[in-house]
């Protein structure tokens, strides 16, 4: 399973990014997908989830800033981005098909993207 992302690139602090995660070959709509991010020398954190109910979670971190969402026709992912901070700052990866453990762990994703930088200055 491909999962390919876009949308990342450099913005002043303030500005909003728009992220996206095309996944042509898993159904999107009937799992449970969200959103990493992995800033240099720290551990992959999590930012964000949707499940097959459209239930959303977020990080502390980022609510009330990002909104996730998906187009189930389109088996795409999406995190829009406003406020952003310089401590946004990270390679941000999009995961799918979460089997099991917390929704917030990594180790539960079956399938990542290769990441898309952000960059808040």
């Known amino acids: 399973v491909q999962l390919v992302e876009s949308g990342g690139g450099s913005v002043q602090a303030g500005g909003s990014l728009r992220l996206s995660c095309a996944v042509p070959?898993?159904?999107?709509?009937?799992?449970?997908v969200g959103w990493f991010r992995q800033a240099p020398g720290k551990e992959r954190e999590w930012v964000a989830t949707?499940?097959?109910?459209?239930?959303?979670a977020y990080a502390a971190s980022v609510k009330g800033r990002f909104t996730i969402s998906k187009d189930n026709a389109k088996n795409t992912l999406y995190l829009q981005m406003t406020n952003l901070k310089p401590e946004d700052t990270a390679m941000y990866y999009c995961?799918?098909?979460?089997?099991?453990?917390?929704?917030?762990?990594?180790?539960?994703?079956?399938?990542w993207g290769q990441g898309t930088q952000v960059t808040v200055s």
């Open positions: 070959t898993l159904n999107v709509g009937a799992n449970c």
């Open positions: 949707i499940d097959s109910d459209d239930r959303t």
């Open positions: 995961a799918a098909d979460w089997r099991t453990g917390a929704l917030s762990s990594p180790d539960g994703y079956q399938y």
